[in-house]
């Protein structure tokens, strides 16, 4: 992996690059839409990655290129941004970076440079970027976050900035934020910078304290397995925020700054405050969603993963009912891999598409597969990608 980036680097700039690095994609186990309410989330890093071959430069040129995306789009008519000649490389002004500037993929380094900048670091002296990934994108499996993160750790290392991964991944999340539009939580970032192998990542988003928690499906006879059902979700088009406007609204009504403060057994009477439906129904999943997240740690501590199952479909009614972030695709994973004999499943991610989740038992997991498959060949769906989710590394450098 190391070696094939750096060679695209030099057959790309002409030289060899400074390093290289590696940031993964993440699938979220339980906790949706709680990250942003200063919730608690429970991602695990996939072995899916963006790779980055980075080199540093002294003339405050950034110059990006994505092996998977085409350039032709990134070109700006102020001149802050040009796509050279036909390798599709995206050349741009680090003092020249502002937010909104910079459209597709590229805005995602560029956004990190920016928002390192922003802070006070000193990345003025520009890059030479090449980037690849095995993170689907559109997935629901932070595709952006592995950018975002891969490109921080690079620079943090080259310029010597000294972050940890907390800061870095503060810093990606600003760079979605602000430079992008994406009004996303941490929970992506964190993930990608702060999982480790084998474990589970136990985050509370309040104060970004974590707990690596061992979790070995296969050590239980469990399989936990990724359906990405091909709908492509865009989090930028509106409905996520919307999601979150209504939380926000939720917590402004109950008198509190976020949600997170609304303890689970004075819920009945926190909703009986609230008029509107749609904030009612925010308020109710994102308190509910804290609760299962305690819920699954205490049963994982307990050693009974197979009980998680039932936490999960919870989840996926709760995120289809009352946030109403789910689709027929995700919905019919759910009811087939549940029909088929799993032990429970749910979407995962942002919704409007993307993946799900499914806990099955080693034995019935490729029936439950092919049930899935099967469900979708006969809705008339495109075949959904299917794999195992194994707990995997956070982002580190390869070369």
Do not use: K
Not at 26 to 37: H, K, M, P, Q, W
């Amino acid at each position: 992996m190391a070696e094939e980036a750096a060679t695209r680097f030099w057959e790309l700039y002409g030289a060899a690059p400074d390093g290289v690095w590696a940031a993964p994609g993440r699938v979220n186990l339980i906790g949706e839409y709680t990250d942003f309410n200063d919730g608690f989330v429970m991602p695990l890093a996939l072995p899916h990655t963006a790779v980055a071959a980075v080199a540093r430069r002294t003339d405050g040129r950034l110059r990006l290129h994505s092996a998977q995306a085409q350039a032709d789009g990134c070109a700006q008519s102020d001149g802050r941004a040009r796509v050279e000649g036909r390798q599709g490389v995206v050349e741009l002004e680090a003092a020249a970076l502002r937010p909104g500037a910079v459209p597709g993929w590229a805005a995602y380094p560029a956004g990190v440079v920016w928002a390192l900048r922003e802070a006070g670091h000193p990345v003025g002296g520009g890059a030479d970027i090449q980037l690849s990934s095995t993170v689907p994108t559109g997935a629901g499996l932070s595709s952006s976050a592995a950018l975002e993160v891969v490109t921080a750790l690079a620079l943090n290392d080259l310029y010597g900035l000294g972050l940890t991964g907390p800061e870095l991944a503060v810093l990606a999340r600003r760079a979605e934020n602000a430079f992008v539009g994406v009004p996303c939580g941490v929970m992506d970032q964190m993930a990608s910078a702060c999982c480790a192998s084998g474990h589970l990542l136990h985050l509370d988003t309040r104060d970004l304290t974590c707990r690596q928690v061992p979790f070995d499906p296969a050590g239980h006879a469990l399989r936990l397995l990724v359906v990405d059902t091909g709908v492509r979700h865009a989090l930028g088009d509106g409905a996520y925020a919307e999601r979150r406007a209504g939380c926000e609204a939720g917590a402004r009504a109950l008198g509190v700054r976020t949600l997170r403060e609304v303890p689970y057994d004075t819920l009945p009477e926190a909703l009986g405050r609230l008029d509107d439906p749609a904030v009612r129904a925010c308020v109710r999943h994102v308190v509910s969603e804290n609760r299962r997240v305690e819920r699954t740690m205490a049963l994982l501590d307990a050693g009974d993963v197979r009980a998680v199952g039932a936490v999960l479909s919870d989840g996926h009614a709760s995120l289809r009912d009352d946030l109403r972030v789910s689709c027929p695709e995700l919905d019919l994973v759910v009811s087939s891999a549940l029909s088929a004999g799993a032990l429970g499943a749910r979407m995962t991610g942002g919704g409007f598409g993307g993946s799900a989740v499914v806990l099955a038992g080693e034995d019935a997991a490729d029936t439950v597969a092919s049930a899935v498959a099967g469900a979708f060949a006969a809705a008339g769906y495109r075949a959904p990608r299917i794999f195992p989710a194994v707990p995997s590394e956070g982002a580190r450098r390869l070369l």
